[in-house]
């Protein structure tokens, strides 16, 4: 499980899983060594994390002192009980969105001065499939034709003082018709645009890091299956 707090990657390992170790800059062990704001640095990898050390290191997150961190690895006691009560700090929000194609080309929107992709909250008896292709729809005013599952992403954020947790299910998306593209004005978005994948990755120096990890995932799928 992966979470993106204040945009920071934090990944959840369950006991039997082994990090990557190369891109670890520094690590902590809390049944050692008690998490300290400076220990949150570059890559960092926390071991033996509690639901105590989850408090502390959502309160370093949340605070508006700098902190060097990129990008936090939590090897936790207990994954179920961990996984619970990180959801217990947020209002959990369902929503569902699309990696829209169109020959070589992606589709990207701008809004709220980052560049995005198409996703929207899930309505009450609506499946996350329905939600993806009406939210794109909607936003983009093109109709696409759905395909496999890309990726979840849980994202934080704070609406009205209050925690909010995002879940989000990503879909790979073709496009059927674009003839009466536009941007859903109503929805903050200022454009929606087509891109190669050179000018998806310039764009990804100007989005968020869970988008640029929808991205990633979405190639690793696509590019294992034509490998096979």
């Known amino acids: 499980m992966i979470i993106f707090i204040n945009d920071i990657p934090v990944r959840i390992l369950k006991s039997t899983e082994t990090p990557d170790t190369g891109r670890i800059n520094h ?9 300290t704001q400076a220990s949150l640095i570059h890559h960092v990898w926390i071991k033996n994390v509690g639901t105590a050390e989850i408090d502390t290191i959502l309160g370093f997150l949340d605070s508006k002192v700098p902190t060097g961190v990129l990008s936090i ?7 179920l009980l961990i996984r619970n009560h990180l959801r217990s700090k947020f209002k959990v929000i369902k929503a569902a969105g699309g990696v829209i194609r169109k020959k070589d080309k992606f589709l990207m929107i701008y809004r709220m001065k980052k560049w995005d992709l198409p996703k929207g909250k899930k309505e009450k008896g609506e499946r996350y499939k329905e939600t993806a292709v009406r939210e794109v729809q909607e936003e983009c005013n093109i ?3 759905l395909g496999r599952k890309v ?8 609406m009205n003082k209050n925690a909010m947790m995002k879940k989000t299910r990503w ?5 059927i018709d674009d003839s009466r593209m536009r941007p859903a004005v109503e929805e903050d978005i200022e454009e929606v645009r087509w891109m190669n994948r050179k000018e998806v990755y310039h764009a990804l120096e100007h989005s968020y890091k869970s988008i640029s990890y929808v991205i990633e995932r979405y190639y690793e799928k696509t590019e294992l299956k034509s490998a096979r």
């Open 27 to 35: 690590t902590v062990d809390a049944a050692i060594t008690p998490v």
């Open 73 to 79: 690895l939590l090897s936790v006691t207990d994954y």
């Open 143 to 145: 109709s696409v034709r």
């Open 151 to 158: 990726c979840t992403t849980w994202h934080t954020y704070t």
């Open 171 to 175: 879909y790979i998306m073709d496009l």
